[in-house]
C-alpha cells in the first residue's frame, strides 16, 4: 500500500506533465471545493449509546492494557 506521501508526489509529477488549461482549472476547482467540505458523520442511536458505554467504563476504571487485549484475543483464536 502507497503511502500518503507517495501517492502526492505520483499526482504531483503527474500533474507537471499536463499542458491543457481547461483541464488544470477542473483539476483545481476539484481540489479546492473538496477539501472546502466538511462530512458530518451522523451516528446511529445504537453507536452513541456503544460510545457512552465505552466512557462509562473508562470513567468506572474497567479497562484492560492493549497486552491483555492481545493475549485474549489469541486464545479466542486458538479456541477457532
Known amino acids: 500500500m502507497a503511502t500518503v506521501d507517495k501517492i ?4 504531483i ?3 507537471l506533465t ?3 488549461k481547461e ?3 477542473a483539476l483545481d ?3 479546492s471545493s ?4 466538511t462530512e458530518i458523520v451522523e451516528l446511529s442511536d ?3 449509546q456503544m460510545l457512552q458505554m465505552g466512557e462509562n467504563d473508562i470513567a468506572n476504571g474497567r479497562l484492560i492494557s492493549q497486552n491483555e487485549m ?3 484475543n489469541l486464545k479466542w483464536l486458538n479456541t477457532m
Open 8 to 11: 502526492r508526489n505520483g499526482l
Open 13 to 15: 509529477d503527474k500533474i
Open 18 to 20: 499536463i499542458r491543457n
Open 23 to 25: 483541464f488544470l482549472e
Open 29 to 31: 476547482k476539484i481540489i
Open 34 to 37: 473538496s477539501s472546502l467540505e
Open 46 to 48: 445504537e453507536q452513541k
Open 70 to 72: 492481545d493475549k485474549r
